[in-house]
Each structure stands twice: as C-alpha cells, then as structure tokens.
C-alpha cells in the first residue's frame, strides 16, 4: 500500500466524519454547526470541481494529494473550525458587500462623486481605457516620486 492509497483512504474516512458531523449537526438545534458542515460542503465541492476542472495539471503536481489532504483537514476538523472561518471572513464578506465583489476601477467609480464619475467615463469613451490606464500609471509614478523625494526607485 503506497502513500496514494494510504492519502485516499484517509480522505474517504474524512468524508465519513463530515458525512456523520453533517448528519448530527442537522438533529441539533444549533445553527453554528449547521453553518460549518453547509460551508464545508459547499467548499469542498468547489474544491472537488476545481479538481475535476484541472485534473491534467494537478496530474503533474506530486503535492497535490498533500496539498487537498491538508486543506480538507482543516476544514473539516472542529479544532480548526476551518470552514467556519472561510464563511465568516470571505464569503459572508462578500455576499453583505456588494462593491467587494466589484474591481478596484469599480470600488474607486463608486467612491468618487457623480460629476467626477461622468468626467472619467467621457474621458473613457473618448480616449479608451488603454488612455485611462496609462494616466493611472503615470499619476502613480509620480506620487511615488513625491514620497521618495524626487528619486525613482525603478531607474536604478
């Protein structure tokens, strides 16, 4: 028995406990286990079709067994709480905020006041956004070089 089918057999057995976890935490009254084994299944199928998805490439990587091994572990396991914690700092961030969801050019167009806002996008559809990014990048160099003084880091 190779370390493949000693890392396989631990994942089933670790999907027979979340299995078991899943089934006890839907008899019980409390709503934190409901929403840890729901956000672990829901993470572990992503996990799975991200597998399945890029089966050809993760074929060449050795660790990837390890890699899935360790990430199921921590989100199944109630001494990490691991799902639990992905909930609560990614996705509910996500689904409460709307403009997390968005790029940073989103988040900037809807900080800044509507006039502004009109003034970017004539700018945009006159020039193109190529023009938009290219002063972007030149209004960041040369606020570094305001705070450095003058001097430009890049150049040496």
């Known amino acids: 028995m190779g370390w493949g089918s000693f890392l396989k057999a631990v994942l089933y057995n670790i999907d027979i406990f979340a299995g078991y976890s899943s089934i006890r935490a839907i008899e019980s009254p409390s709503r934190l286990d409901d929403q840890q084994w729901l ?10 079709l991200f597998e399945l998805s890029f089966s050809r490439v993760l074929e060449w990587l050795p660790f990837w067994p390890y890699v899935k091994l360790i990430a199921t572990c921590w989100l199944v396991l109630p ?31 809807n900080a800044i006041s509507p006039s502004t806002k009109n003034s970017v996008e ?15 990048k030149r209004a960041e160099k040369e606020a570094k070089l305001n705070r450095n003084g003058g001097y430009d880091d890049d150049a040496y």
Not at 122 to 136: N, S
Request: no cysteine; net charge positive; hydrophobic share 45%.
């Open 79 to 109: 001494v990490f709480n691991g799902a639990a914690y992905v909930y609560e700092n990614f996705v509910r961030q996500m689904l409460l905020n709307p403009n997390a969801r968005s790029g940073p050019g989103q988040r900037i167009l």
């Open 39 to 48: 956000t672990y299944w829901v993470l572990y199928s992503f996990m799975t």
């Open 122 to 136: 004539r700018f945009v559809h006159q020039y193109g956004p190529d023009a938009l990014d290219r002063a972007m």
